[in-house]
């Protein structure tokens, strides 16, 4: 079996959540400098267990961004196509020989079961995605298209040039990203601060 993959939307994406997991940690930090040198004036008010399930629950969400784009993947052979969803444990398959009609537009491939299908007003009988936390591999993406236009029973109709996630205005998001991250990175100036002096200081 042939395998599609997400990969991340861009490196500057990864970089902002690393730094937000490191401000959530930072913060982590304090919480449980208060907790353990019982800080007065904080620690009486501190109610524990909501915020230790609290922080629990931004790590996870965290964590999930990060790695997003790892839960998705699509296999697929010559008669069947496979859509795997790792973190809900589901999969939805394809019989190719049951597609007529494949659509590339700007989220994904649409299939239906009539060369005359109407993309605009029918609801596909399968969907594979262009982006799942991140973007469709390029090479393994172009892989499969050449497989559908070799086959004769299937007309393929691409709306595209440049494949969705990898044309220039993308670029606008990697920008926004990296600002976002120096941002947040100089954020974390102030909680490290009050870490080393909670520290010093008990």
Same mark, same amino acid.
């Given at each position: 079996?042939?395998?599609?993959?997400?990969?991340? /939307?861009?490196?500057?994406?990864? =970089?902002?959540?690393?730094?937000?997991?490191?401000?959530?940690?930072?913060?982590?930090?304090?919480?449980?400098?208060?907790?353990?040198?019982?800080?007065?004036?904080?620690?009486?008010?501190?109610?524990?267990?909501?915020?230790?399930?609290? *922080?629990?629950?931004?790590?996870?969400?965290?964590?999930?961004?990060?790695?997003? +784009?790892?839960?998705?993947?699509?296999?697929?052979?010559?008669? +069947?196509? =496979?859509?795997?969803?790792?973190?809900?444990?589901?999969?939805?398959?394809?019989?190719?020989?049951?597609?007529?009609?494949?659509?590339?537009?700007?989220?994904?491939?649409?299939?239906?079961? &009539?060369?005359?299908?109407?993309?605009? /007003?029918?609801?596909?009988?399968?969907?594979?995605?262009?982006?799942?936390?991140?973007?469709?591999?390029?090479?393994?993406?172009?892989?499969?298209?050449?497989?559908?236009?070799?086959?004769?029973?299937?007309?393929?109709?691409?709306?595209?040039?440049?494949?969705?996630? *990898?044309?220039?205005?993308?670029?606008?998001?990697?920008? &926004? *990203?990296?600002?976002?991250?120096? =941002?947040?990175?100089?954020?974390?100036?102030?909680?490290?601060?009050?870490?080393?002096?909670?520290?010093?200081? +008990?």
């Amino acid at each position: 079996m042939n395998k599609i993959q997400y990969h991340y /939307t861009n490196l500057a994406k990864q =970089i902002f959540f690393l730094v937000c997991f490191l401000y959530f940690f930072l913060r982590f930090l304090i919480m449980m400098e208060i907790i353990f040198f019982r800080i007065d004036g904080y620690y009486e008010s501190t109610n524990i267990p909501l915020t230790l399930l609290l *922080y629990a629950v931004l790590f996870t969400i965290v964590i999930l961004f990060f790695r997003g +784009h790892k839960f998705c993947f699509s296999t697929y052979d010559e008669d +069947h196509l =496979i859509y795997h969803n790792t973190l809900l444990r589901t999969e939805k398959k394809l019989e190719l020989a049951d597609a007529k009609l494949a659509v590339l537009d700007t989220f994904g491939i649409k299939f239906f079961s &009539a060369q005359n299908a109407d993309p605009k /007003t029918e609801k596909p009988i399968f969907f594979l995605p262009f982006f799942r936390d991140g973007i469709i591999e390029a090479v393994q993406i172009d892989k499969f298209y050449k497989m559908l236009k070799a086959k004769e029973d299937i007309r393929v109709v691409k709306k595209f040039k440049v494949l969705p996630g *990898y044309s220039n205005k993308w670029k606008f998001v990697t920008i &926004a *990203y990296g600002f976002l991250a120096v =941002i947040l990175f100089m954020s974390c100036a102030t909680p490290i601060t009050v870490v080393i002096v909670l520290f010093q200081n +008990h």
